[in-house]
């Protein structure tokens, strides 16, 4: 079956812009979590969203923000872009819940001139 | 503070040359401690779960073993395919994942 799929795969953005990535899980999985990867500080948990709800959250100021659809598909968007969100930016699906194991897509690139 | 911390840094093996990779942690609650492998420029790919301590898991050539303090991936026979990063996080009872930074393994041929 298809894996998780994430758009765009690369992105490149200015300060103060904003962006939005969207992130397609695998048929029949209901919960998609999103992730910050840097070289500095790691995989860093951003938000957890199950049938259309906002289940869990990570520490991450406001300007990062989702949502998931009635088909699980989940966006995220980070609004007023700063360099420190150049990323690669990843989206993983699971079945049930995030306690189950998680299978992550290939992750959007993004960079912040 | 739920954290996790992974050693080696990176770690170069011979082909064929065993050794173990070490995850700790300190977490308010357990649920699960999860393994990844990550290639360059993919996303992680899970590899084990364990729930408690006394758990084993294995595949292939590697071995997932956890205690009340730490986790160890042992790499047995290693081939120049498993070279990859190794990632190691644990869930809490809110939910909520938190990874270490992971060991680089480069297998030489």
């Known amino acids: 079956k298809a894996g998780v799929t994430q758009t765009p795969r690369y992105l490149i953005k200015t300060r103060g812009q904003q962006v939005t990535l969207s992130c397609s899980p695998i048929?029949?999985?209901?919960?998609v979590s999103w992730y910050q990867q840097t070289p500095g500080q790691g995989l860093q948990f951003l938000f957890e969203?199950?049938?259309?709800?906002?289940?869990n959250k990570g520490n991450f100021p406001g300007r990062f923000s989702g949502r998931q659809f009635s088909n699980s598909r989940s966006e995220m968007n980070v609004s007023t872009l700063e360099l420190g969100d150049s990323a690669l930016y990843l989206c993983a699906s699971s079945s049930t819940t995030a306690y189950n194991e998680q299978f992550f897509g290939p992750g959007t690139r993004l960079t912040v001139l | 503070e739920d954290q996790v911390t992974q050693s080696p840094e990176a770690l170069r093996l011979q082909e064929g040359e065993s050794s173990s990779l070490n995850c700790s942690y300190t977490v308010s609650g357990l649920r699960g401690l999860f393994w990844y492998r990550q290639d360059p420029g993919k996303g992680p790919e899970f590899l084990f779960t364990l729930y408690s301590a006394g758990e084993e898991k294995e595949k292939e050539r590697l071995k997932a073993t956890l205690t009340k303090k730490e986790s160890f991936l042992h790499i047995t026979a290693p081939k120049p395919e498993d070279s990859a990063t190794y990632l190691c996080?644990?869930?809490?009872?809110?939910?909520?994942?938190?990874f270490g930074p992971g060991t680089r393994l480069s297998v030489l041929p």
């Open positions: 996080a644990v869930q809490n009872y809110g939910q909520n994942f938190v």
């Open positions: 048929s029949g999985h209901r919960s």
């Open positions: 969203y199950f049938s259309e709800t906002q289940r």
